[in-house]
């Protein structure tokens, strides 16, 4: 299996001077601490996690807007994460990035033929006349209408405008998409228009998606493969469908139990997660979420856990992985996506 | 109501129609904007006719001097008999042509060092030090050693007066650009492959194009106070070239038997000074939505 992204030994530390001048010092923050992961052709990938733990860094060190501390990004089989200057332009046009915010996301003086055209320039593929007929293409594949080529961002509601960047993201003809909390900012049901339209993309093109969210029920819906994260190391990795049904790490169950069950009958006991999520500035020794983990023993203070694969392809870092109490999953139903999908 | 027109406007085909109305109503919205801009455009037209319209303002006439304003010479006449409506118009155009180049001058070089600054983080604290360092010169006293050293030609004036401007367009400039860079549009067109000059001239710039135009107004009022008050101290325009402030600097012997000499070219310097000031406020209630006041899009 020939893999579109992959990335070893991800790492990201960012690091702060202290006090007066930098004169004590430096502070060092793990933002992403050692990830590995790959996504094949014409699947979606989901990173999975509470806000502050480097789902994010890792999805801006992807598109390189950040250089990895360590590790590499490889696209296609080539190197990304080391590339600087003007290679590194052209290789961009392999991986492109969907934004959480549809309007910030959009130079507010640019009409939205200026934008989807912008990389069609920039990595100058066609003529002019070609380009335009591309740009009305991208405009039919996302579903805007023609005659909104000549409008401002600010025209456009928030799911137009939504449509309008990933237009642009598809311009370049990208093997990746990086969807960075894409739908957190809409509304329910133009949520899962958008959700369903990166569906349709895919189907017809063939690309792939590292999905980056915060919101279970939109993963579920969306993902073939799932990383779980927590204080910037993955937790918990394999397909969807097992990681959801049979999640072995602590950390995953907690976040699916967190969930707020639509319907009241299928409402569940459930332990909340106590205590809050340490500082990646200072990380607790052995297993990063023994301070919170109701299962935690000993061992998780002494020794970080490996990764290590319970069922084929599905990997955990836990030392109880296999001792843990059953959980009964919840039916694909309670966490489905907006109901509003057709 | 307003949400319907809004709702039409977005089809309006014809924009120019929509363009032509906004700035007919303008002197309406905005009346210190129009009035600044009006009265500036009118000192420009003044400084531009001024040859055709007044005397020839070197020619001597001993037997009129120190005469009052009446209507033959309507601010009077000076101490050799010029006369001093004629001096005064033909000085508005070397305050203005100084104040026009120093702006231009200092947008150009103070926005390039600016967004070099603010873009390119690895020579933003050599550059800005070297800014601070110019800032603390004395503009006064960095003009005047400088005339003195290579003498009083315009060139000289208008890079004298715009030396010590540069560092505040510049620390402006750089100020836009540190913020804008962080926008995500900014990252977008990083990823949507951009070169560095594109995303400068295409996205960042345009955003820094509010108060770089507010600075060089402000730039453009300092500026003619400066020359003004180099030339009032003798090392700026020449005394044969008639200025408001050389004019200002001979009227002052005369002050208490003719305050007109220094009266007249007094004030339209202070007029065009707060024209210019006046512009740049309300340019900047404008284009800054952060100050209230302004009409907001």
């Known amino acids: ?99 959480q915010d549809p309007l910030a996301c959009l130079n507010s003086r640019m009409t939205a033929a200026e934008i989807v055209e912008e990389p069609l320039q920039n990595f100058g593929i066609g003529d002019a006349m070609s ?34 960047g990933i237009a642009r993201a598809l ?41 980056i969210s915060h919101d279970l029920a939109v993963v579920r819906y969306l993902a073939d493969d799932v990383a779980v994260m927590y204080l910037g190391a993955v937790v918990e990795q394999g397909p969807a469908e097992t990681v959801f049904a049979a999640p072995a790490h602590p950390y995953t169950r907690a976040l699916i139990d967190s969930v707020p069950a639509v319907h009241p009958r299928n409402r569940r006991r459930r332990a909340p997660l106590e205590g ?27 020794h970080a856990p490996a990764v290590t694969e319970i069922t084929p392809g599905h990997a955990v870092a836990c030392h109880h992985a296999r ?5 009964d999953a919840p039916g694909p139903g309670r966490t489905a996506t907006p109901d509003a999908v057709a | 109501m307003t949400i319907t027109s809004a709702a ?58 120190l005469q009052s304003p009446s209507l033959a010479q309507p601010f009077g006449t000076d101490q050799v008999g010029r006369s001093v409506f004629a001096r005064a118009l033909t000085g508005t155009r070397v305050s203005l042509s100084v104040g026009i180049a120093v702006a231009i001058l200092t947008t150009l070089i103070g926005v ?38 290579i003498g009083a030609s315009p060139v000289v004036i208008v890079t004298a007066i715009s030396l010590p401007e540069i560092p505040r367009m510049a620390r402006v400039v750089r100020a836009s650009v540190l913020t804008l860079r962080e926008r995500v549009y900014v990252e977008a067109a990083i990823i949507c492959g951009g070169r560095t000059t594109a ?59 003719a305050p007109w000499i220094l009266g007249f070219p007094a004030l339209m310097l202070a007029i065009t000074v707060l024209a210019a000031n006046l512009l740049g406020d309300a340019l900047r209630d404008l284009l800054d939505p952060s100050f209230a006041g302004g009409e907001m899009r």
């Open chain 2, 112 to 149: 390039s060092i600016g967004v070099v600054a603010g873009y390119f983080r690895s020579v933003d604290k050599i550059v800005m030090r070297a800014m601070d360092a110019v800032m603390a010169i004395p503009a006064i006293l960095l003009a005047i050693a400088l005339v003195a050293l």
């Open chain 1, 276 to 302: 809050e999520v340490p500082s990646a500035a200072s990380l607790p020794s052995g297993c990063r979420f023994r301070t919170r983990c109701p299962f935690a023993t000993d061992i998780c203070a002494r």
């Open chain 1, 131 to 164: 380009r335009r007929r591309k740009v009305a293409r991208l405009f039919d594949q996302v579903g805007l209408p023609q005659h909104f080529r000549a409008r401002l961002p600010h025209h456009l509601s928030g799911g137009q405008r939504q449509r309008l």
């Open chain 1, 323 to 327: 001792s843990l109490p059953r959980f």
């Open chain 2, 199 to 257: 995303i400068l001239g295409r996205h960042i710039l345009p955003g820094a194009a509010g108060p770089i135009m507010v600075q060089s107004t402000y730039v453009f009022a300092s500026a003619m106070i400066l020359e003004s008050i180099l030339s009032f101290l003798g090392a700026g325009t020449p005394p044969d070239v008639p200025s408001w402030g050389n004019m200002m600097s001979e009227g002052r012997q005369f002050l208490q038997i």
């Open chain 2, 8 to 65: 039409e406007g977005l089809d309006t085909p014809d924009i120019s129609v929509n363009r032509f109305a906004r700035i007919a109503s303008l002197p309406v919205r905005q009346p210190v904007l129009a009035l600044s801009c009006a009265l500036l455009l009118a000192f420009g037209a003044l400084a531009v006719v001024s040859p055709w319209i007044t005397a020839d303002p070197a020619a001597l006439d001993p037997l009129s001097r």
């Open chain 1, 1 to 99: 299996m020939s893999a579109v992204l992959e990335v070893s030994g991800l790492t990201q530390i960012f690091t702060s001077r202290k006090g007066p001048f930098g004169l004590f010092g430096r502070r060092e923050l793990r933002a992403v601490d050692d990830v590995s992961f790959a996504v094949a052709r014409a699947r979606t990938f989901c990173l999975v996690g509470e806000s502050g733990c480097g789902k994010t860094t890792i999805g801006r060190m992807v598109v390189r807007l950040l250089r990895p501390t360590a590790g590499s990004v490889h696209i296609n089989g080539e190197d990304f994460g080391n590339l600087s200057g003007e290679t590194l332009r052209k290789k961009r046009q392999q991986v492109q990035m969907v934004f």
């Open chain 1, 171 to 211: 311009a370049a003809d990208p093997a990746l998409i990086v969807a960075d909390e894409a739908v957190a900012a809409l509304d329910v049901s133009i949520r899962s228009q958008i959700l369903n339209l990166l569906k349709d993309v895919q189907r017809e093109i063939g690309i792939s998606y590292l999905f």
